[in-house]
């Protein structure tokens, strides 16, 4: 699991091309959000010289003692039972909209069932 987080670059020029993640190319907005669920993503601003022009999204992740209560509350994907090892943390409300960094609002899912939750709308309803 990376912990130094990823690096998520736009151009100040051009931000209608989105914005290029570290080692993945073009992401979307839904996908970077799916991402900070669980890793700390940065976003920066870029002018026409590459000079960062802004930083955005600070993290808020779980830390490990609440990584690990959820592992025991949960014991693995809330959605599909997929083991716990191939879950990771999400915020049912995006801490980006205001949800809290706290166990009422985190859960475990699975890769593929949290994709399936930011992408195709899923909602969780705890
Ligand atoms: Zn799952
Ligand atoms: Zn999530």
């Known amino acids: ?52 022009l802004d930083v955005g999204l600070k993290e808020r992740l779980f830390t490990p003692g609440q990584r690990k209560a959820l592992l025991v509350r949960d014991r693995g994907c809330i959605k599909c039972g997929a083991h716990a090892g191939r879950c990771q943390g999400h915020h049912v409300r995006h801490w980006s909209e205001g949800g809290p960094t706290d166990l009422d609002n985190g859960c475990l899912l699975c890769s593929s069932c949290h994709d399936d939750v930011h992408h195709h709308g899923w909602d969780i309803i705890m």
């Open 1 to 52: 699991k990376p912990t130094n987080g990823l690096l998520w670059t736009w151009s100040a020029d051009n931000p209608a091309l989105g914005g290029d993640l570290q080692n993945m190319g073009a992401i979307t907005e839904a996908t970077a959000k799916m991402l900070s669920c669980d890793t700390t993503i940065t976003k920066i601003i870029l002018n026409t010289d590459g000079v960062p």
